[in-house]
C-alpha cells in the first residue's frame, strides 16, 4: 500500500538571498511539505549569476509568491510564516528577517553575530580550505565552478529540520553557518594541518599514498585509475603489458610506487596513450580495478533526470534527488509555478499545530548497525551517533584498516577518529558461518542498517539485507555504493567519481597536466550527508507508519546532484586568483578580495572557535585525544551533543550480543 509523504501537511515559508535556504526548503518539499517562497529580489549575493537563483532546483514544486515595496514584503513574510511549521530566512551578510513560524533557520555564512559578509560560493570555498586543497602540486588554489557547498548547507539544513521536527523543537531558531557546513568535509586533512599549518595539500589529481592513482591521456580523452593496493597493482600491470613492473621489488609496495611515482605514471600513460577512453576503462575495468572516464559535467554524467517546466513552459533537465527511499516519494514531478499575488485570506489562518515536545536529542533509543570501511558510511553513521543514537560498527578481526594510519595515538588513527568516534565496536569474520550467524543476530535487534560493502558483496555471503527487511519490517536498510543497487558493481573511489560524476571538469586550473580532483573528497562526503537526510527522514516516517524501508544511495549520483549548477549554461561568477606561496587572494565581481585560507587557518580562526567546528574525543589513551570535526547539524538552539571518545576494536563484542527489542515508534 502506498504511503502518504512523510511531511504530508508540514507548510514551510521561505525568504532570503542565500541559495542555501531554496535547496533546504525544496528538499522538504519534495518530502512532501508545502512550501510557500516569498521572492522579493534582495538580499542575493551581487556576484552569483541569476541562474542559479533562478534554477529549477531553487524554484520547483513552491507556491511562489512577490509584493511590492519593502513595507508589503516585510508584511507578506509575517503572513507567510505566520501559516507556517518551519521558516527558512537568510540573508549573505546581516541579520535575516524575523519569522512568526514555530522553528525558524537561519542560514548564514559564518553564524548569527559575526560580523556582516555576504561570503558568497567561491568566497566560502576560499574561507573554508577547500581551494586551498585544490590544485596543482606547486602551483595556484582551484576555484571549483559549482555552489557546492551552498547546496551542503541546504541539505544539512533540511537534516537539522527532520531531526528537530522527531524531538519536537519550537519557538528556536536554528541557527546554521555555511562555513559549518564547509569545515566538516575537512577530515582527511586537518589533524596534519593543524600539526604543520604551513603543509601545501594541492596534489593535482594523485594520492600522496597510492599509485598510480592519477589522471592519464588517451588518443581521445582523459581517464582516471586509481590502484589502492600491492594486489591492484599487480592486475594493474599486467593489464597494461609490463609484467615486469609486477616483479620489481623496488615497486612492489605502495610507498615504494609513489617514491617512483613519475616512472610508474610513464608506464600507464604510454598504455594509455595508444587506446580510446572506451578501450582502456573497457579493460582496466575487466580487471576490476578503479577507473572511469573523466566526464563532461552535464546530463549525461547523471543516471537518471527528469524534465522539469518552468510556467512559460519551458523544460529543463535536472539530476532526480540523489536519495531513493522505497516508500517515502522524493522523485515526483515538479513544476515551476507562476509567481502569484499574496492572497488576503492567507493572513487569516490559524495557528498550525505542532509535534509534542520530547527531551534528548533526536536519534535517542534507536540503534544503529554499520558495515563497511572508510568514509561514506562511517561518517552516516558517526553523525547518527552525535544525534543520539547507538551506533555499533562491524569491524573484520584485528579492527578497520584506517585505525592504523598515521598519525596514530593509542588505538585509533586521527582518520579513524573523525570518522567513528562515539561508536561501540564488535569484530566479526564475515567470512565464517559463525560470523555471518552473528551479524544477522546484530541486524534483528537493529533499527538501522548502514552498509558499505559493494553491490551482492553481503548477499553472496548468504545475508540478503532486503529480505532481511522484508522479515523485520521496522528495519531501515541504507546501502551507500559507487553506482547504486542498480548501476554497476565497479570498485569506486571518490576520485574515480569525481571523474565519472562530471566534478574534475568544474576545477578551473593548467590544462598540461590534465584534469584536476578537489581536494575535499565530495564524492565519499556528499553521499555520507545524503545518507544522514535520507535516514532521519525514513525514521520520522517510521515513527508515523511504524515500518522501515530500504534506501539507496549513489555516490555519483550524489555528486552529479551537488554539481548540477555547474552544468553547461548555469553560469559562474567571474574571479581572479592573484599572489603566491602563503599569500594567495580571491577576487570575485562585485565583492571584496578575500583571502585563500588554509585548512589550519580555517580550523584556528575565530569563527571556528565561536561556534566549537574542533572538538575533543578521548582516544582511550590515558590523557590522549584526538580532535575531531563537530556535525553541521542543529535539531535545538544549541550546538548538538559530540560522540564521547573511540573504542577498541572489538570493545563491545559481549554486550552488544544482549536481548534488545527495537525501539518503539516516537521513542
Given at each position: 500500500m502506498d504511503r502518504a509523504p512523510v511531511l504530508q501537511g508540514l507548510v514551510v515559508a521561505e525568504r532570503g538571498g542565500r541559495l542555501a535556504a531554496a535547496v533546504g526548503a525544496g528538499l522538504l518539499g519534495q518530502l512532501g511539505a508545502s512550501v510557500l517562497r516569498l521572492e522579493d529580489g534582495a538580499g542575493r549575493p551581487a556576484s552569483d549569476p541569476p541562474s542559479w537563483h533562478l534554477h529549477p532546483l531553487a524554484l520547483a514544486g513552491k507556491q511562489?509568491?512577490?509584493?511590492?515595496?519593502?513595507?508589503?514584503?516585510?508584511?507578506?513574510?509575517?503572513?507567510?510564516?505566520?501559516?507556517?511549521?518551519?521558516?527558512?530566512?537568510?540573508?549573505?551578510?546581516?541579520?535575516?528577517?524575523a519569522s512568526a513560524a514555530a522553528l525558524t533557520v537561519s542560514l548564514t555564512a559564518f553564524g548569527a553575530g559575526e560580523a556582516a559578509s555576504a561570503a558568497p560560493e567561491l568566497a566560502l570555498q576560499a574561507a573554508a580550505g577547500a581551494m586551498d586543497t585544490t590544485g596543482p602540486a606547486g602551483g595556484a588554489p582551484c576555484v571549483t565552478r559549482a555552489p557546492l557547498l551552498e547546496l551542503l548547507g541546504g541539505l544539512n539544513a533540511a537534516t537539522s529540520v527532520l531531526a528537530a521536527l522527531r524531538v519536537g523543537s519550537r519557538d528556536a531558531t536554528l541557527?546554521?553557518?555555511?562555513?559549518?557546513?564547509?569545515?566538516?568535509?575537512?577530515?582527511?586533512?586537518?589533524?596534519?594541518?593543524?600539526?604543520?599549518?604551513?603543509?601545501?595539500?594541492?596534489?593535482?589529481?594523485r594520492h600522496t599514498l597510492c599509485a598510480p592513482w592519477n589522471v592519464y591521456r588517451t588518443r581521445d580523452g582523459w581517464v582516471t585509475l586509481c590502484v589502492a593496493s600491492d594486489e591492484q597493482w599487480r592486475r594493474a600491470a599486467t593489464v597494461i603489458g609490463r609484467p615486469d613492473l609486477a616483479a620489481d621489488p623496488a615497486l612492489a609496495t605502495s610507498p615504494l610506487?609513489?617514491?617512483?611515482?613519475?616512472?610508474?605514471?610513464?608506464?600507464?600513460?604510454?598504455?594509455?596513450?595508444?587506446?580510446?577512453?572506451?578501450?582502456?576503462?573497457?579493460?582496466?575495468?575487466?580487471?576490476?580495478?578503479?577507473?572511469?572516464?573523466?566526464?563532461t559535467p552535464g546530463?549525461?554524467?547523471?543516471?537518471?533526470?527528469?524534465?522539469?517546466?518552468?510556467?512559460?513552459?519551458?523544460?529543463?533537465?535536472?539530476?532526480?534527488?540523489?536519495?531513493?527511499?522505497?516508500?517515502?516519494?522524493?522523485?515526483?514531478?515538479?513544476?515551476?509555478?507562476?509567481?502569484?499575488?499574496?492572497?488576503?485570506?492567507?493572513?487569516?489562518?490559524?495557528?498550525?499545530?505542532?509535534?509534542?515536545?520530547?527531551?534528548?536529542?533526536?536519534?535517542?533509543?534507536?540503534?544503529?548497525?554499520?558495515?563497511?570501511?572508510?568514509?561514506?558510511?562511517?561518517?552516516?553513521?558517526?553523525?547518527?551517533?552525535?544525534?543520539?543514537?547507538?551506533?555499533?560498527?562491524?569491524?573484520?578481526?584485528?579492527?578497520?584498516?584506517?585505525?592504523?594510519?598515521?598519525?596514530?595515538?593509542?588505538?585509533?588513527?586521527?582518520?579513524?577518529?573523525?570518522?567513528?568516534?562515539?561508536?561501540?565496536?564488535v569484530e566479526i569474520d564475515?567470512?565464517?558461518?559463525?560470523?555471518?550467524?552473528?551479524?544477522?543476530?546484530?541486524?534483528?535487534?537493529?533499527?538501522?542498517?548502514?552498509?558499505?560493502?559493494?553491490?551482492?558483496?553481503?548477499?553472496?555471503?548468504?545475508?540478503?539485507?532486503?529480505?532481511?527487511?522484508?522479515?523485520?519490517?521496522?528495519?531501515?536498510?541504507?546501502?551507500?555504493?559507487?553506482?547504486?543497487?542498480?548501476?554497476?558493481?565497479?570498485?569506486?573511489?571518490?576520485?574515480v567519481i569525481q571523474a565519472a560524476s562530471g566534478l574534475m571538469g568544474l576545477v578551473d586550473g593548467p590544462t598540461d597536466?590534465?584534469?584536476?580532483?578537489?581536494?575535499?573528497?565530495?564524492?565519499?562526503?556528499?553521499?555520507?550527508?545524503?545518507?544522514?537526510?535520507?535516514?532521519?527522514?525514513?525514521?520520522?516516517?517510521?515513527?508515523?507508519?511504524?515500518?522501515?524501508?530500504?534506501?539507496?544511495?549513489?555516490?555519483?549520483d550524489a555528486l552529479v546532484w551537488l554539481t548540477q549548477l555547474g552544468w553547461p549554461g548555469a553560469g559562474c561568477p567571474p574571479y581572479r586568483v592573484s599572489g603566491s606561496a602563503a599569500a594567495w587572494a580571491l577576487g570575485v565581481v562585485d565583492e571584496p578580495a578575500v583571502p585563500v585560507q588554509g585548512v589550519a587557518g580555517a580550523l584556528q580562526g575565530a569563527v571556528a572557535r565561536r561556534r566549537r567546528l574542533l572538538r575533543e574525543v578521548q582516544t582511550g589513551a590515558v590523557g590522549l585525544a584526538w580532535q575531531v570535526l563537530a556535525a553541521?547539524?542543529?535539531?535545538?538552539?544549541?550546538?548538538?551533543?559530540?560522540?564521547?571518545?573511540?573504542?577498541?576494536?572489538?570493545?563491545?563484542?559481549?554486550?552488544?550480543?544482549a536481548a534488545r527489542q527495537p525501539a518503539a515508534a516516537g521513542s
Open positions: 511562489r509568491v512577490q509584493a511590492g515595496s519593502a513595507a508589503e514584503r516585510d508584511a507578506a513574510w509575517q503572513a507567510l510564516s505566520a501559516r507556517a511549521h518551519v521558516a527558512f530566512v537568510s540573508t549573505p551578510g546581516g541579520a535575516a528577517p541557527d546554521l553557518g555555511l562555513f559549518d557546513s564547509a569545515l566538516a568535509l575537512a577530515g582527511t586533512f586537518h589533524t596534519q594541518a593543524l600539526a604543520n599549518p604551513a603543509r601545501q595539500f594541492r596534489n593535482g589529481s610506487r609513489v617514491a617512483a611515482m613519475a616512472r610508474v605514471d610513464a608506464a600507464v600513460t604510454g598504455w594509455t596513450g595508444q587506446r580510446s577512453v572506451e578501450e582502456a576503462v573497457q579493460q582496466l575495468g575487466a580487471a576490476r580495478l578503479p577507473v572511469s572516464a573523466v566526464r546530463p549525461a554524467a547523471a543516471s537518471a533526470t527528469v524534465k522539469v517546466h518552468d510556467a512559460a513552459g519551458a523544460a529543463c533537465e535536472v539530476p532526480l534527488a540523489p536519495v531513493w527511499l522505497s516508500a517515502t516519494p522524493l522523485h515526483q514531478p515538479l513544476h515551476i509555478g507562476a509567481v502569484t499575488p499574496l492572497r488576503p485570506n492567507e493572513t487569516q489562518v490559524s495557528p498550525p499545530a505542532w509535534p509534542a515536545a520530547t527531551s534528548g536529542a533526536p536519534m535517542r533509543g534507536l540503534r544503529v548497525v554499520e558495515i563497511g570501511a572508510y568514509t561514506a558510511g562511517p561518517l552516516a553513521a558517526r553523525y547518527l551517533a552525535d544525534m543520539g543514537a547507538e551506533v555499533i560498527k562491524v569491524e573484520p578481526p584485528g579492527g578497520e584498516e584506517s585505525r592504523q594510519w598515521q598519525p596514530r595515538v593509542g588505538h585509533a588513527s586521527a582518520y579513524f577518529a573523525n570518522y567513528n568516534c562515539g561508536k561501540r565496536s564475515l567470512g565464517s558461518a559463525e560470523g555471518v550467524a552473528r551479524l544477522r543476530e546484530l541486524i534483528a535487534a537493529a533499527d538501522v542498517v548502514v552498509q558499505t560493502m559493494m553491490p551482492g558483496a553481503l548477499r553472496r555471503r548468504g545475508i540478503d539485507l532486503e529480505a532481511l527487511a522484508g522479515a523485520h519490517p521496522r528495519l531501515i536498510v541504507c546501502s551507500i555504493s559507487g553506482y547504486g543497487r542498480n548501476g554497476p558493481p565497479a570498485p569506486a573511489l571518490d576520485t597536466d590534465g584534469p584536476l580532483k578537489t581536494g575535499y573528497s565530495y564524492a565519499d562526503l556528499g553521499a555520507a550527508h545524503v545518507a544522514a537526510f535520507g535516514i532521519v527522514a525514513a525514521v520520522l516516517e517510521r515513527d508515523r507508519s511504524g515500518r522501515g524501508q530500504v534506501i539507496d544511495v549513489a555516490m555519483q553541521p547539524y542543529r535539531w535545538s538552539a544549541d550546538v548538538p551533543a559530540l560522540g564521547h571518545g573511540v573504542a577498541l576494536p572489538g570493545a563491545d563484542n559481549a554486550s552488544v550480543f
